[in-house]
């Protein structure tokens, strides 16, 4: 094992495509040493972790020299080939590299591994069965896939800021558009005093959403045991809530369809006649935003590390300035915002986040020895969209790309297919009222145009009508309704 870093690196050392293939006999000799003596291996040192904190790439390039090595010694180790052994001490020897670096980010990690590599060693000099074997490099390719997401796996400042920025406008964005909507439907509905319901709601829900950001951090305070099993559980429910409502705009991108799902929340609201139904509206629906970016806010800290803080800060810090201008031009110059491209957009980035999350969640559950580690050598390697190769998080990931098809298929192909059978079914059944009333021929008409089919359309007609007065009759119950509650009031 190598001593204690120490001297200077010179220029002609510090690329790991020089020194990665360099043994420390040959370092020695080109840092100019005369003989393997403490100080001279001490240099070797200073080199070698020089080039473990480089960069990520060349941390990567160790990591799959030293599981070449670690494949090159089972394989030995099977055949009773007695060079296994060393071969073992020249996997531990590269992983020197990058052990500094790991144990600075996760000490016991690092001993784990030493732990493994004294086993392989130990175990490959011979007497060890296929069992043992197979279990220690099972444990080593485990253990080494989780040191490589500890120096490697910090998504880059500006993924991080971008992801922080559109959190805070979509779910911003979108609670102005509900608060928005619940106070112009109430005043469509003459039921203009019922405004302060609405704030009331409102405000109840920004307070028990500061409250529920104080109450998960203290979770995360109290129990640093469970660090790992706690982020990673956050990152996992993050994954649920963040597919849920990206499948919820997209049913939502049609205009109509939001209108429709607003009105709806009021009209049970202001029928019912209860200023507590109407502030339990707004907070329920301002609350949920407050919950989803106070969980997304959280996974994002966690999948950002250490260094990640200050983009996520900056992105939430931009996304505040941008909301302050959106909800000027909204309630003071009146400009609609396009629903459709804003929430086809956001829906497809929260599903990239949502991927990422999932791949993220199951590897802190991993380091949380929640969930176990299959590692699959074939398999690709791209922190930035949360893959790793290990079963566990591509099956999650793989669960999440085919719930998105579904939820893709549903909303833009068998939604639209049944609509379209129910108008062949029922003509004109899906189009407005008003638009059925135009064009609707009259009775008398059809049946002295003694055209044929004139009764089949006569029937058509009148089934029309029948679906028309239905219409009248449930908007009449409404508006007794309405007029009942006012009445109360008064």
């Known amino acids: ?64 020299r030293v599981r070449s090595q670690v494949e090159s010694t089972y394989a030995l180790a099977r055949q009773g080939d007695s060079s296994a052994s060393s071969r073992a001490f020249d996997a531990y020897m590269t992983f ?28 490959a000099a011979g007497g060890a069965t296929a069992a043992e074997l197979t279990a220690i490099r099972a444990q080593l390719y485990g253990d080494l896939e989780k040191a490589e997401r500890v120096l490697g796996d ?15 406008v979509r779910e911003g964005l979108e609670a102005i558009l509900i608060v928005g909507a619940l106070m112009t439907f109430l005043v469509k509905m003459g039921a203009a005093q019922r405004k302060r319901d609405v704030n009331v709601g409102v405000g109840a829900a920004v307070g028990a959403s500061v409250l529920t950001a104080i109450a998960l951090e203290t979770i995360f305070q109290i129990t640093p045991a469970r660090r790992e099993a706690l982020e990673g559980a956050t990152m996992v ?19 109509a369809k939001w209108n429709h799902f ?20 707004a907070f329920l629906a301002v609350y949920r935003e407050g919950f989803e970016t106070i969980l997304f806010y959280k996974a994002l800290f966690v999948s950002g590390g250490p260094g990640g803080a200050m983009p996520v800060v900056g992105g939430m810090v931009a996304g505040s300035v941008v909301m302050v201008g959106v909800y000027l031009a909204i309630n003071r110059f009146g400009i609609r915002l396009p629903l459709k491209p804003f929430f086809g957009f956001t829906s497809a980035f929260l599903y990239y986040m ?6 993220k969640g199951v590897a802190e559950l991993q380091e949380g020895g ?19 190769p290990t079963l566990e998080s591509l099956a999650a990931q793989a669960l999440l790309l085919v719930l998105a098809l579904a939820a893709l298929a549903w909303t833009f192909v068998i ?61 009449v119950e409404r508006m007794k309704g309405h007029v009942t509650v006012a009445g109360q009031a008064r």
């Open 1 to 64: 094992r190598l001593p204690a870093a120490a001297g200077d690196v010179p220029a002609s050392l510090r690329a790991f495509a020089t020194t990665g293939r360099m043994s420390d006999d040959a370092l020695i000799h080109a840092l100019g040493e005369h003989g393997a003596g403490p100080v001279a291996l001490g240099h070797v040192a200073r080199v070698r972790s020089f080039q473990a904190d480089a960069s990520a790439a060349a941390s990567s390039a160790v990591f799959a």
């Open 96 to 123: 020197e590299q990058v052990e500094r670096s790991v144990r600075a980010k996760n000490p016991g990690l690092a001993t784990d591994l030493e732990a493994a590599f004294a086993a392989l060693r130990s175990r």
């Open 154 to 168: 910090d998504l880059s400042p500006a993924n991080l800021f971008l992801q922080s920025f559109v959190i805070l």
């Open 237 to 255: 429910v993050a994954t649920g809530v963040l597919f849920y409502v990206s499948y919820w705009l997209l049913s939502k991108m049609e205009v």
């Open 262 to 281: 607003v009105k709806s929340k009021v009209q049970d609201a202001v029928t019912s006649g209860s200023a507590l139904a109407l502030a339990s509206a």
């Open 354 to 359: 949502a991927f990422v999350f999932a791949g």
């Open 370 to 388: 929640l969930v176990g580690t299959t590692i699959l050598p074939a398999a690709p390697r791209i922190p930035a969209l949360g893959i790793y």
């Open 415 to 475: 939604v639209p297919r049944r609509l379209r059978v129910a108008q062949v079914m029922v003509p004109g059944a899906a189009a407005p009222r008003r638009q059925r009333l135009r064009r609707r021929p009259t009775p008398v008409a059809s049946q002295q145009s003694g055209a044929p089919g004139a009764g089949t359309e006569l029937l058509r007609s009148l089934e029309r009508m029948e679906a028309d007065l239905a219409e009248l009759r449930a908007e």
